[in-house]
């Protein structure tokens, strides 16, 4: 892996990876800040300035950036997670300076104007309630506040009702100036790229930008085995099933990754196969694992008619318990390494995949591997790693969050050890 690095003298971070054979470029601007960084009145704050920064400066108006980036065909977003945002654009390396321009103005001297501040916090409530409205998104929520309790990743990712409701200009814009500025972000870029004219073009625009570096508030997750449920009266019980994991930097999560492979990613992994394949229990089941600076979860989600919880939770502690007694095959640790060495290479194959990867690993102060690097790691994974990492991991405290028409006690057999 090939990529140029370059730091402003106002700390502002630019990196960018060449792809030659393509016209387009993706970047994405980088911000070291998301849920985790909010106190209790900014619940919601990082995404709702999300939403906020597209509405304009003083100097462009939202539907002015809308025509700008419409005129020259570029693809432009954002998204926020619990420890970063990021403004993106996708456009032709010929418009480069053209998505810079609105970049800068957005992102360094939003308006925030109150007549827009109360029209996108009604966006931002309804998005809360389409959020409401899902069963799925619901669970994942009970599970995630449950197992991160008391913790600064507990904060859902869109505040609440109340919090989004109770948030001032003076609270949206307070938050802005803590967090955002040249010390807080990383430009990424890949495609169709050259790392010196990104630099000159990045300087013009953000080079008298100021600002620090910011802080983050670590501390261990202190999971306790425990029960969230939303009753109602779906056709199905969805539940999440899961416990401590491993943080971002911890090099178990590389047998982390096998183990979760195996057990639920595809249609050859043990849960698909035991609990949809041969019992028909299920229409969706997968494990999935979360990884953050300080903390992570490992989890697994199912779908399944409330009357067959019993055999489908049965089924899937009897998996968790059999891995850790016995853990995996060479057939299983062989394909597992086959399937995602394949996924990784189909991952990198677009410029936004690359930019994101860039962007994400910068901000992290994670290390840039290359594909060949990553794939070693993957290599070297023996099966008593694997089985190591299970026995860390699927023996600890255990945290169900869950929707459907029963209560929390229905479930609590199921998280005790």
Excluded at 185 to 197: F, L, P, Q, T, Y
Excluded at 225 to 232: F, G, Q
Excluded at 352 to 357: G, Q, V
Aim: hydrophobic content about 40%.
């Amino acid at each position: 892996m090939h990529y140029d690095f370059t730091t402003l003298p106002n700390g502002l971070r630019v990196i960018s990876e060449a792809m030659p054979s393509l016209r387009s470029i993706a970047i994405g601007c980088w911000i070291d800040t998301g849920t985790r960084d909010e106190v209790p009145s900014e619940h919601g704050a990082s995404h709702f300035l999300e939403h906020l920064l597209f509405k304009g400066s003083e100097k462009l108006s939202a539907r002015e950036i809308s025509e700008i980036l419409d005129s020259i065909g570029a693809e432009s977003n954002a998204f926020t997670s619990k420890e970063a945002t990021c403004y993106w654009t996708r456009l032709l390396d010929q418009d480069l300076e053209t998505g810079f321009d609105v970049l800068s103005e957005m992102i360094q001297r939003p308006a925030f104007r109150q007549n827009e501040i109360d029209a996108e916090r009604n966006v931002v409530i309804e998005e809360i309630n389409m959020n409401e409205d899902d069963p799925n998104d619901v669970a994942f929520e009970n599970f995630t506040t449950s197992l991160f309790a008391d913790h600064p990743l507990e904060a859902p990712v869109l505040g609440t009702k109340e919090s989004i409701l109770g948030m001032s200009r003076d609270d949206i814009h307070g938050y802005w100036n803590r967090r955002y500025g040249a010390g807080s972000m990383v430009i990424a870029a890949a495609g169709s790229v050259d790392h010196e004219a990104l630099v000159a073009t990045v300087a013009e625009r953000f080079g008298d930008w100021s600002g620090d570096g910011v802080d983050h508030e670590a501390a261990e997750a202190a999971v306790k085995s425990n029960v969230k449920v939303t009753r109602r009266d779906t056709e199905q019980a969805h539940i999440v099933l899961g416990g401590k994991g491993l943080k971002r930097s911890d090099e178990r999560r590389w047998a982390f990754e096998i183990l979760n492979h195996v057990m639920g990613s595809g249609m050859s992994s043990r849960l698909f196969r035991e609990v949809r394949e041969e019992r028909g229990l299920a229409y969706a089941i997968y494990a999935f694992r979360l990884a953050y600076g300080d903390a992570g979860a490992w989890g697994v989600y199912v779908g399944t008619t409330p009357s067959q919880i019993d055999t489908a939770m049965t089924v899937i502690l009897g998996e968790l318990d059999k891995v850790v007694a016995d853990g995996i095959t060479k057939a299983e640790l062989d394909r597992a390494k086959g399937s995602m060495r394949g996924g990784l290479a189909l991952s990198l194959e677009d410029a936004n995949s690359r930019m994101i990867r860039l962007g994400r690993d910068e901000l992290a102060g994670m290390p840039h591997l290359s594909v060949d690097e990553r794939l070693k790691k993957l290599d070297d994974i023996t099966l008593e790693d694997v089985q190591s990492a299970a026995n860390d991991l699927y023996t600890s405290e255990r945290v169900i969050g869950a929707t459907g028409p029963f209560d929390a006690t229905d479930l609590k057999q199921y998280v005790e050890i």
